[in-house]
């Protein structure tokens, strides 16, 4: 029982640096991995980034060094950093829940826009 709102996308020009955040309400912030997905139109739904509740990040290949995921569990959030933002970045970004226990229960934020011109 997670509710998930992102914020923070907009449209930047290439090599610029966005902020994407993900507020969590509902349960135990503290039992979800967390992670951050990405859709351009006509394209599949792609994984960005994940944090566990530990703190262990993995990334995209096409992301690492580019951008990071971090999470606040004192204000029941996560946060993207992106930086050195290319146009193939454009995308619907999605928030992403995962309990850490079965029956690992999945929840997903309504997306918000990021575009990156060319």
């Known amino acids: 029982q997670v509710q998930l709102v992102e914020s923070g996308g907009g449209l930047v020009q290439p090599g610029g640096s966005l902020r994407l955040s993900c507020a969590a309400s509902?349960?135990?912030?503290?039992?979800?991995?967390m992670g951050w997905y990405r859709q351009a139109p006509g394209k599949q739904r792609e994984l960005v980034a994940t944090?566990?509740?530990?703190?262990?990040?993995n990334y995209a290949p096409s992301v690492k060094d580019r951008f990071t995921i971090s999470r606040d569990n004192a204000k029941n959030t996560v946060y993207l950093q992106m930086n050195s933002l290319k146009p193939e970045d454009t995308a619907v970004y999605y928030c992403?829940?995962?309990?850490?226990?079965?029956?690992?229960?999945?929840?997903w934020g309504q997306g918000t826009q990021v575009t990156v011109p060319s």
């Open positions: 992403n829940a995962v309990g850490t226990n079965w029956p690992r229960p999945n929840y």
């Open positions: 509902g349960s135990i912030f503290t039992r979800y991995s």
């Open positions: 944090i566990t509740s530990g703190g262990t990040t």
